[in-house]
């Protein structure tokens, strides 16, 4: 089971995601709340995330789709995934199989990424959107790896605090 888990780190690459990517936007959404935080914490927590075997399953089911969609091999659907149908929906949805195992949280920070698309999310969206790729399931997957590792900072930083009071 264990190569699932590298085969995902892998296409996630592949596919122009790196791990720096992925805990910078973590950083973003956490050092507010959490004033010590550093860059290695956030890469860390994407680590911790990445080790999951729904989340590996859920990554290397959502990149099959978008190449396939690509390669015009989804019949019916392809045009609706490809041109990232806004009413498709099944996108988000695949990605709450990730979001759903780490809390609200992770909930709350899904939907706003889903909405303000910052960083690795939004060079993902433009590409897709200028037909250079099909991201159509990849952005929302990052945007869960990035939530759950928030809510993994925010419930780590509480549980550091409670120890020193
Ligand atoms: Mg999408």
Redesign the pocket.
């Known amino acids: 089971m264990n190569n699932y888990r590298e085969l995902s780190r892998k296409k996630l690459t592949q596919r122009g995601v790196s791990i720096e990517d992925i805990a910078l936007l973590v950083f973003d959404l956490q050092k507010k709340y959490c004033p010590t935080l550093h860059l290695d914490d956030c890469i860390t927590a994407v680590d911790e995330v990445l080790e999951k075997r729904e989340v590996a399953f859920t990554i290397l089911t959502g990149i099959e789709l978008d190449v396939a969609a690509e390669n015009n091999s989804l019949n019916e659907i392809n045009e609706v995934i490809k041109k ?1 149908y806004s009413l498709y929906g099944i ?2 949805i695949l990605a709450l199989s990730i979001v759903n195992v780490h809390g609200s949280i992770a909930l709350t920070n899904f939907g706003y990424l889903d909405k303000t698309k910052p960083g690795i999310v939004g060079i993902l969206e433009k590409a897709g959107k200028e037909g250079a790729a099909c991201h ?2 990849l ?2 997957i990052v945007c869960a790896i990035v939530s759950s590792a928030a809510s993994k900072i925010a419930h780590d930083y509480e549980n550091k605090k409670a120890l020193l009071e």
């Open positions: 990232d996108d988000e159509t399931f952005d929302d």
